[in-house]
């Protein structure tokens, strides 16, 4: 099998159609995770936080964060735990908080962004955002031994360990 050489860009040039995820809702497709991401995209690009922390317990809506940043130049952070004493210990390592959770937030000093976006408040765009090509993300460990530590994970180092993953199990 022959790779692409940029899978991010691969992944944003699947066709709209095509399933990205299946549960108990239905299919979801790559259209829908595309839009989801662009939407958001835009409203992280009107907002001055650099740093968001991705809590979140719907795969599909991670995904569409995960790309959102990616599409902005934004940093994913990605904390060991969700609960929120542990997210106010991490706090200093990011400036916003995107999440699935409508109990997470409450008296927090950085901005939280809950998804899905209401699609009423946002204005369908017709312009369509070129791939992404780098995602800067950091890891925290679980902080079970100790302190949680952070991880970062250069685009390039992400690129390898997924062209592993897709040797071993295909795309």
Known sequence: MRMPQDLLAAIWARADDEVVA??????????????????????????????????????????????????????????????????????????????????LGEGSAVPWLHLPLSTAAEAPSTARWPAPVSLRLTLFTSGSTGQPKAIPKTWHQLDAELRVLIGLWGE
């Open 22 to 103: 299946f549960g108990p809702q239905g299919d979801a497709v790559f259209g829908a995770l595309r839009l989801g991401a662009e939407r958001l995209a835009t409203r992280l690009a009107s907002l001055p936080a650099r740093r968001w922390a991705l809590c979140f317990e719907d795969s599909l809506l991670f995904a569409e964060a995960l790309l959102a940043c990616a599409l902005t130049g934004r940093e994913a952070i990605l904390p060991g735990h969700q609960r929120p004493a542990a997210l106010a210990e991490l706090s200093a390592g990011f400036d916003g908080v995107l999440t699935d959770s409508q109990t």
